[in-house]
Nanobody
Framework: QVQLVESGGGLVQPGGSLRLSCAASGSRFGFYAMGWYRQARGKQRELVATITNGGDTDYIDSVKGRFTISRDNAKTMAYLQMNSLKPEDTAVYYC????????????????WGQGTQVTVSS
């Protein structure tokens, strides 16, 4: 059983920064890829960033150059550094554990934490 606990959200002004953390349980953390999703009110959950077990990263276009995903396998932690935040980044952010297919398609294992609220507003 995998447990994911997100933290680090809050209220920040436009242009500000936040660092989200994800604490993951399970001895096989290093085997899996990790991802960050977000869900804004009234919208579908979207995958924002992923990192493979080898450290390769990918981002949606709207956060490229502003967000950085990272992981610490020894601590079974994943992080999302968010800079130059915009009001449209406001959402509940969730981390996820997943795998990539041979064709490079991400698939979440389906475990979810409670999420952490990020609000960008002046």
């Amino acid at each position: 059983q995998v447990q994911l606990v997100e933290s680090g959200g809050g209220l920040v002004q436009p242009g500000g920064s936040l660092r989200l953390s994800c604490a993951a349980s399970g001895s096989r953390f290093g085997f899996y890829a990790m991802g960050w999703y977000r869900q804004a009110r009234g919208k579908q959950r979207e995958l924002v960033a992923t990192i493979t077990n080898g450290g390769d990263t990918d981002y949606i276009d709207s956060v490229k150059g502003r967000f950085t995903i990272s992981r610490d396998n020894a601590k079974t932690m994943a992080y999302l550094q968010m800079n130059s935040l915009k009001p449209e980044d406001t959402a509940v952010y969730y981390c996820a554990m997943g795998v990539f297919s041979d064709s490079g398609e991400w698939r979440s294992l389906g475990y979810w934490g409670q999420g952490t609220q990020v609000t960008v507003s002046s």
